[in-house]
């Protein structure tokens, strides 16, 4: 099992910037990737960005390339989202998520943190 918990949510005008946290516990994390979804009111859940645990690689959604960073710090077994120049279209809940390397579906989710944007 792998726990995962979000922070660092709130409300943010547009242009504006958060930083997202997700604390990962349980067991080693070397052969996962770890990822960040959103869903926004009456839409359905999207991916936002992965990146491995152990080598690093990194991907992202159309919609966020350019502005979101994704990273992990392995020592403190912490995965983050740098969001900058934020949009309305961002306000969503986040959600932090694990899947195993190899593996196409996401298996541990964290409860999400909310992200407003206002405009």
Same mark, same amino acid.
């Given at each position: 099992?792998?726990?995962?918990? @979000?922070?660092?949510?709130?409300?943010?005008?547009? $242009? !504006? &910037?958060?930083?997202?946290?997700?604390?990962?516990? %349980? #067991?080693?994390?070397?052969?996962?990737?770890?990822?960040?979804?959103?869903?926004?009111?009456?839409?359905?859940? @999207?991916?936002?960005?992965?990146?491995?645990?152990? $080598? !690093? &690689?990194?991907?992202?959604?159309?919609?966020?390339? %350019? #502005?979101?960073?994704?990273?992990?710090?392995?020592?403190?077994?912490?995965?983050?989202?740098?969001?900058?120049?934020?949009?309305?279209?961002?306000?969503?809940?986040?959600?932090?998520?694990?899947?195993?390397?190899?593996?196409?579906?996401?298996?541990?989710?964290?409860?999400?943190?909310?992200?407003?944007?206002?405009?």
């Amino acid at each position: 099992q792998v726990q995962l918990a @979000e922070s660092g949510g709130g409300l943010v005008q547009a $242009g !504006g &910037s958060l930083r997202l946290s997700c604390a990962a516990s %349980g #067991r080693t994390l070397s052969p996962y990737v770890m990822g960040w979804f959103r869903q926004a009111p009456g839409k359905e859940r @999207e991916f936002v960005s992965q990146i491995s645990w152990s $080598g !690093g &690689s990194t991907d992202y959604a159309d919609s966020v390339k %350019g #502005r979101f960073t994704i990273s992990r710090d392995t020592g403190k077994n912490m995965v983050y989202l740098q969001m900058n120049v934020l949009k309305p279209e961002d306000t969503a809940v986040y959600y932090c998520t694990a899947r195993r390397i190899g593996y196409s579906n996401y298996d541990y989710w964290g409860q999400g943190t909310q992200v407003t944007v206002s405009s």
